[in-house]
């Protein structure tokens, strides 16, 4: 039986591309006041940002019930003996949790795995897809867990803001900074380390910040895939997706759109570019420059983040 594949709505994945490689996604909770959505389901992104903006409410988010998983595999288990779940960062939110408790709960027989990605957005979206691919080919449970080991410490993601009103409004930086980064029109630059989003600098203009998504990509080696993922900016997204198709195979990157569980925190604006590394060639390149090293010649150029001498951002667990 080919193994299936479960994420949840923090991947970003659009409907069509989910459908297409067969994920299936178990969405998180928005709360706008008294009222709560499902995000995809009972409410758009277009709709969530719309209401962010006007709301005179922030919204907050939470992850999937148990059951909510529970149902799914249940379901799922019906098709299958073998699930793998992938889910966002535990270091951000409780959903890898529920997912462990709705394993339990489901009680279905099945062999479900439940893989922390340590990631989140399209970041955790290009793992499941790489795991997706890899269990439609019919490759063993083993293949693809062994496939998500691999993606998961070589994939990478780096993100400019807009604005700094929305972490303020959801408590995570305090009113001086915000208003000191409001005179100063600074575009904070955000990454992913070791789960946790911490901050990766700051552009003095939005020009700038952009620059900086496309000289990541550019200095970045052997990208297996790539995605540009904006909150509401589809022709700014689509302007940079042309621009980095310049340098790399312009068919291997996807446009998304950023889902509440982030998008709460990061508002309008917000632009971010996730990128998953070729494994094998890294290992190989990096073999070839240790043996260059000792003969004398220059090692290739090796993939690094930008300089994380900060602290993370608080989040509250989504």
Not at 33 to 48: A, L, M, N, P, T
Not at 80 to 104: F, H, P, W
């Amino acid at each position: 039986m080919t193994v299936k594949i479960v994420t949840d709505s923090t991947a970003d994945l659009s409907a069509q591309l989910a459908q297409e490689l067969g994920i299936t996604v178990v969405p998180v909770y928005v709360r706008f006041g008294e009222k709560v959505y499902r995000d995809g389901v009972d409410i758009s992104q277009d709709e969530f940002y719309q209401k962010l903006e006007e709301s005179p409410v922030h919204p907050t988010t939470s992850q999937p019930t148990p059951a909510d998983f529970a149902d799914v595999y249940r379901k799922l288990a019906k098709e299958t003996d073998e699930i793998v779940s992938i889910q966002i960062t535990s270091k951000l939110s409780g959903t890898y949790n529920s997912a462990l408790q709705g394993r339990e709960l489901a009680a279905t027989g099945c062999h479900i795995e439940i893989v922390d990605s340590l990631s989140g957005s399209m970041g955790l979206g290009l793992i499941a897809m790489a795991a997706a691919r890899l269990a439609e080919a019919g490759e063993s449970l083993q293949g693809v867990m062994a496939e998500i080991r691999q993606a998961i410490p070589n994939v990478h993601l780096l993100g400019v803001l807009d604005t700094l009103k929305y972490l303020l409004l959801g408590g995570r930086i305090g009113k001086a900074k915000a208003l000191l980064g409001s005179v100063l029109n600074v575009k904070p630059l955000i990454t992913m380390r070791d789960g946790e989003i911490v901050p990766a600098g700051q552009a003095r203009t939005r020009a700038k910040g952009v620059e900086r998504l496309f000289d990541f990509v550019k200095n970045a080696l052997n990208i297996q895939e790539l995605a540009v993922v904006h909150s509401t900016t589809p022709d700014e997204a689509g302007s940079l997706r042309e621009r980095v198709g310049s340098i790399f195979d312009k068919r291997q990157i996807h446009i998304a759109m950023l889902g509440p569980a982030l998008g709460a925190h990061f508002g309008p604006g917000t632009l971010i570019v996730a990128l998953r590394e070729k494994v094998s060639s890294l290992r190989q390149e990096a073999g070839e420059g240790e043996l260059k090293a000792t003969q004398g010649e220059p090692s290739k150029r090796k993939f690094s983040l930008p300089s994380l001498h900060k602290p993370k951002l608080s989040f509250s667990r989504l």
